[in-house]
Nanobody, 115 residues
Framework: QVQLVESGGGLVQAGGSLRLSCAAS????????MGWYRQIPGKQRELVAL???????NYKDSVKGRFTISRDDAKNTVYLQMNSLKPEDTAVYYC?????????WGQGTQVTVSS
């Protein structure tokens, strides 16, 4: 089992910044394949940023240039730095790890961007 715990969400004004953290524990092999998703009520969860299995990064088009996913292998932690936040970034953000074909999720952290 892999346990994921997110932190760092909150309320911020448009144009502001937040940094989300996802601390992984348990039977995690490595941080490749970890990503951040977000979901608003009534809509499907969508991928925001990903560290691929090869270690590269991918981003949703609408966050490119504003969000950065990074990792600290010593702390088994993945971060999502979010700059120039917009009201449309408001959502619950979830950390995800896919390992051996199984998806593990954190509990989610609310990000609210006011206009």
């Amino acid at each position: 089992q892999v346990q994921l715990v997110e932190s760092g969400g909150g309320l911020v004004q448009a144009g502001g910044s937040l940094r989300l953290s996802c601390a992984a524990s348990g039977s995690i092999i490595h941080l490749n394949g970890m990503g951040w998703y977000r979901q608003i009520p009534g809509k499907q969860r969508e991928l925001v940023a990903l560290i691929t299995n090869g270690g590269s990064t991918n981003y949703k088009d609408s966050v490119k240039g504003r969000f950065t996913i990074s990792r600290d292998d010593a702390k088994n932690t993945v971060y999502l730095q979010m700059n120039s936040l917009k009201p449309e970034d408001t959502a619950v953000y979830y950390c995800n790890k896919r390992q051996f074909g199984i998806d593990f999720w954190g509990q989610g952290t609310q990000v609210t961007v006011s206009s």
